[in-house]
């Protein structure tokens, strides 16, 4: 089991490996420097902004593992969690990233329980009657009434999309 520590400066993160019981493995993230490591004694960056992490001076998937003595799921964990940050990885750790899904977002389905669906088209219900009762109390000049009429008609329409894909 792993854990991630976040730390304010890399230098404190590599005196919490030296003097504190981080396991070896654990992810060390200082999100002010974009650096990530791994914890080791001497723990070395993931990113391209090592900080003051040490930097392998290795290049290869197989070398990498051959010269840290590490298991590639703890390496990757190290360069996702930096990828989450945004943080640039260094060349040589990216073949250690997780694969991300191949598949488009229109492909990707979500399911929805009925209960859940019933419940946001009840939202979508309330939310059109509130933009009603705007839309019959103002008088006919307020500047708001076409926004609040679009407001209705776009919340109708999604409820209706809703609605007939998934009953």
Not at 101 to 115: K, P, R, V, Y
Not at 117 to 135: G, H
């Amino acid at each position: 089991m792993h854990r991630v520590h976040h730390f304010g400066a890399s230098s404190a993160a590599i005196a919490a490996c030296r003097n504190a019981p981080i396991p070896n493995g654990d992810i060390l993230i200082v999100p002010h420097e974009c650096a990530a490591a791994v914890a080791l004694p001497d723990p070395f960056a993931v990113t391209e902004d090592p900080g003051d992490f040490r930097v392998l001076e290795v290049e290869g998937y197989l070398a990498v593992i051959e010269h840290t003595g590490l298991e590639p799921a703890v390496i990757g964990r190290a360069v996702d969690e930096a990828l989450r940050f945004n943080m640039a990885v260094a060349p040589q750790f990216m073949a250690f990233a997780t694969p991300k899904s191949n598949l488009s977002t229109c492909e990707q389905a979500s399911a929805f329980t009925i209960d859940e669906i019933l419940l946001v088209s009840e939202a979508i219900n309330y939310r059109v009657r509130s933009f009603q009762r705007l839309v019959e109390n103002a008088p006919d000049t307020h500047a708001a009434l076409p926004v609040w009429r679009n407001a209705i008609r776009q919340l109708e329409e999604a409820q209706s999309k809703l609605l007939s894909s998934s009953l």
